[in-house]
């Protein structure tokens, strides 16, 4: 197993409620395919379906966030969707949203949550952050 690490900029929070949100890996924009900061391509229907199962069983087992990848269980995921070509052609999101994984998280009510919910509000923390495992497969 290896552990994968993935970054996304918050994008907007409620201060009052510590809660703050972004898109947690966009892999197709309106421009086209995006290689992550591993050099990672998710451009088939194989490996969307992949990156999809990889999330909803994060969102089944864990929905821990983490501040840079060294604060962990800071936070709890409260929201977390993906947005494929077939959930916007049923009509469920707007044709032009990026493809890929959004998601929403609560500053826990502890240490650590308020170590990274002060980071988020002074501008320490200004991305959130997902850990998990898998295993690489050459394509």
């Known amino acids: ?61 864990s929905r821990s966030g983490d501040a840079g990848h060294v604060l962990f269980d800071a936070a709890t995921m409260i929201e977390g969707f993906v947005v494929t070509k077939e959930k916007k052609a049923a009509g469920l999101f707007p044709e032009q949203m990026d493809e890929g994984i959004y998601i929403g998280f609560e500053a826990d009510q502890s240490d650590k949550g308020n170590a990274l919910w002060d980071g988020i509000k002074d501008g320490t923390y200004t991305a959130l952050s997902i850990v998990g495992e898998g295993v690489y497969v050459d394509a």
């Open 1 to 61: 197993m290896e552990t994968f690490r993935f970054t996304a900029t918050i994008e907007k929070q409620e201060p009052d409620q510590r809660r703050f949100w972004g898109k947690g890996y966009i892999h197709t924009t309106q421009d086209g395919q995006v290689t992550d900061a591993s050099g990672d391509v998710i451009d088939t229907p194989e490996t969307q379906a992949a990156l999809e199962a990889a999330f909803y069983e994060y969102v089944k087992t």
